[in-house]
Structures are given as C-alpha cells and as structure tokens.
C-alpha cells in the first residue's frame, strides 16, 4: 500500500460495521474514555445524532453501534453532567459544569502523511522532556495524529483555581510553547524529507522558515470541542483511528488501520501519573506572561494602523442607539458563529461611517463579552482585510439563513420588517442618508445620544 498517499478504502456493509464495533475488545477501548464525556456519534456516514449526548454505560455505545452509527466523536472536556450541556449556557455556568478536560494534540498535514508523523514524535519528545511519561497516540483515521495527555495527569488546582476553569486558555498557550520548543528541530525534520519544501516554509521578509506553513498544530479549541474516539472509523477513508504506542510512532502503516486488522490492543488516555503534568502547567504559565509582555511592549511602540482613519464612506457616524436588534444582541456576546459575527460587526460599522480605530476598540470589548473570547490576532486579521477596502460593503442581507436566525440573535421589532438590511436598518432609524454622487451628508433630526449598549 503507497504510504505517501491515505488510501481510500471501500465502505464496509453495515454488518461488517457492526460486527467490528461490538468487537469486545473495541467495546472497551472506546468505552474506557467515555465516562463524563459528551458522546456525539454520526449515523450513516451522513448526520450526527442530537447533542448533547453521552455513554455513561457500554450498553449505549452498544445501542449506538445498532442505531447504525458509523463514527463515534467525543468531547475533549470532561462534565459533571454531559446531559445539561446547552448551547445557551453562559462561560461561568459552562466552567462550574466542567471537572476537567484532556490534552489532545491534532496533528494534520496536506503535504503528506510523513510530516505529520515527525511532527507526533517530536512533540512526544517534548512532552517527555517536562517529565510525562504516559503519552497516548493515534492515527486520526486519515492525514494525521493525535498525541495526547489525561486529564488525570493535571494537578487540579493551580494557585488554589480550579484547573478545569483554566479551560480553553491554558491548553491553548501549552500548544504555543510546544509549537516553540520542535519548531527548529522540525524545521530541520521537514527539509530532510523534501529539501524542496524550504520554498513553502518562507514568509515574506522573514528570514526565519516556518514548518506551520504546511503543518497544522490545533490550538484554537472551542468549547464542547469533539476529537474521534479510538478505534473509530473515519468514513472520509474507511480506516480506522487506531491507537499507536508513542515509541512506534515511526513504524506505523496504513493498513494497520484496516478495519478488519486492527487488533484492539492497546488503549488511548488510560495511563496516566497524577501530577506528571504540573511541569508543563508551570513552564506554559511562564511562557504565556512573556509573550503577553513582547506584546504590550510591540504595541507601546507601535502606533496603532487605524489611529484617525474614518472610512471614506457616504455616512456620517451612526451611534447605537439605532442599532436593529440583531446587531444589539450580537454586541452582547455570541456562543455560536463568533467568525461570522466579526463580519458581520466590521461591516455593519464601516457602512455605518465608523473609523476603523473605533471599530477595533469596540470588537476588542466585544470579545471580551463572548462566553468563549476568540483569539484578538482573528479580529486583527480580518480588520486589515477590511482596511484595505476602496469601499465598505453591506453586511449580509436580513434573510441570509446562515446568519442572523441562525446565530440566534434575530429578534424582530415592529420596524424590522420595513427594511432588508441591519445597515439600512440604522440607516433609516437615524435619517442619515447619502445625497447625491459628491458625498454630501445629511442627519435628521432625531438626536444621536451617547447611550451604549449594556455591556456585561
């Protein structure tokens, strides 16, 4: 079998599914990591079931496996209550549900399988290099890795916090110090395989080659995050996401994840030494207050890009007392759709003649207010994305089914069904309105007040 390219494999009959999965040895290795998890199963290589959902019993994955489930995905946190899981719950009301959650590392690569591999055991070797020795690894089912560490392996409060309420921060930035420590060694790794991939290593006006131009390393987890269990299938490819001992890592081979020559022995996160992890806790909570000086200090001495800047556009600035609702709600913070909220914010301001200083300071409150906060580097991005606009555009139209309904934040008031568009919307409401092709302004003459929206 070519090793270089993931093999796609024929789909096997739902009995031969089913016979693999109630395979005793299977049952109990994917049952072993179920307890407190959210369980989220796909039927028929097609559709996930309702969440939330879970296993507290084998006799559920049983159930599951009969109701025809092809893929079995489980949460990385761990819950008091996986069942009183809601997509309306708060981030304080989400960290008192969470008693803790694993350290899950997802390895993927587009350029080849083998970059993935390198990429797993050096950051094995990292790992070992805190001191943890009970490091758990599998085969994602198609282009990657998963290297992981329990939730056991975690001392459990960390200068008297609860570390399960450390929870998206703190696996994060032990991502980003695990990304510095491989990333020259990896570097090196990657040119030995191909020396050609130095070329998609550069980055413009940097000297230094960086190997996450072409490898991924997650790290921007989200709440109720799911990873594939153990021996499930992957129906992308019809192979299994078999478990690998760290220190075999370099003699795995596709057709180990053969549904039908897997052979069920070994685990996935079921050793571990309680606090073996603490070093790597400690050096991450270093790391992270110096990367957050180097960025205090860059931005002292840098003058912010959007300073003074006011879109040339044909609006005089419209204050939020004359928000739609939708907008209003969405500046109260999101769960879901945090990306598409950001482009909706960011046009919805520059229609609305905001500058972009203004913006950046309001979208950087504005996260702040998000259950789950989305990195500021995002905002960042796509605001000099924005910046480089000759002319604003509209945010999406009122009947965009990927948005407002949605995003749960379409809350209709008896002026709503008069317009198409939240901008028009604010438009409208403030009797601001574009006269002529020179770009002369008029308000009208309702007051602009200086009432904000209610923040958190």
């Known amino acids: 079998m070519d090793e270089k390219t993931v093999p796609i494999m024929d789909r096997p009959t739902p009995e031969r599914i089913q016979q693999y999965y109630l ?35 084998i006799g559920d994955l049983e159930y599951m496996v009969k109701q025809k489930a092809t893929s079995f995905h489980g949460s990385v946190e761990l819950w008091k209550n996986p069942m009183a899981l809601s997509s309306e719950l708060k981030k304080i009301e989400l960290d008192s549900l969470r008693s803790g959650w694993d350290f899950i590392l997802d390895i993927d690569c587009d350029e080849g399988f083998e970059y993935a591999r390198v990429t797993a055991m050096l950051l094995v070797s990292a790992l070992e290099s805190f001191g ?6 599998k085969f994602s089912g198609s282009r990657g890795i998963h290297v992981a560490v329990s939730h056991n392996s975690f001392p459990e409060k960390i200068n008297g916090v609860p570390i399960s309420r450390m929870y998206p921060e703190l696996p994060r930035n032990m991502v980003g110090l695990l990304r510095s420590v491989i990333k020259r ?32 390393v997650e790290e921007n987890w989200g709440v109720r995050h799911l990873f594939r269990l153990p021996y499930s299938f992957n129906e992308k490819t019809w192979l299994v996401s078999k478990p690998i001992a760290k220190d075999k890592i370099s003699e795995f081979k596709y057709s180990d994840a053969q549904y039908d020559k897997v052979k069920g022995d070994i685990g996935f996160l079921e050793t571990w030494e309680e606090d073996e992890a603490s070093t790597l806790v400690l050096e991450t909570m270093d790391w992270a207050d110096e990367q957050e000086a180097i960025k205090e200090k860059l931005q002292k001495n840098k003058k912010s890009a ?9 609006l005089a600035k419209i204050e939020d007392t004359y928000f739609p609702p939708c907008v209003v709600n969405m500046l109260n913070g999101v769960l879901d759709g945090r990306k598409r909220a950001i482009f909706v914010l960011i046009n919805f301001f520059m229609t609305c003649g905001w500058n972009l200083k203004e913006i ?33 555009i509209m945010p999406p139209n009122c ?32 009797g601001v309105y574009d006269k002529g092709k020179k770009g002369k302004k008029k308000i009208g003459k309702k007051k602009v007040t200086e009432k904000k929206v209610k923040k958190d």
């Open 306 to 314: 959007y300073d003074g800047k006011r879109f040339e556009g044909p």
């Open 23 to 57: 395979r005793p040895e299977i049952l109990k290795h994917m049952f072993s990591i179920c307890h407190n998890k959210e369980i989220a199963p796909r039927f028929d290589a097609s559709f996930y079931g309702k969440r939330p959902s879970s296993a507290p019993f």
């Open 185 to 216: 060694r990896l570097t090196e790794k990657f040119i030995e395989i191909d020396a050609s991939v130095a070329s998609l290593l550069k980055e413009e006006g940097i000297d230094e080659l960086n190997p996450y131009n072409i490898i991924d």
């Open 360 to 392: 950046e300071e309001e979208l950087l409150e504005w996260n702040k207010r998000n259950p789950d906060p989305i990195k500021t580097v995002y905002i960042s991005t796509q605001l000099n994305y924005a910046f480089q606009r000759e002319n604003p």
């Open 399 to 430: 009947q965009n089914k990927g948005y407002y309904s949605d995003m749960k934040v379409c809350v209709p008031n008896a002026f709503c069904p008069k317009i198409l568009n939240p901008a028009t919307y604010a438009i409208k409401k403030a």
């Open 132 to 137: 943890i020795k009970n490091i758990s690894a």
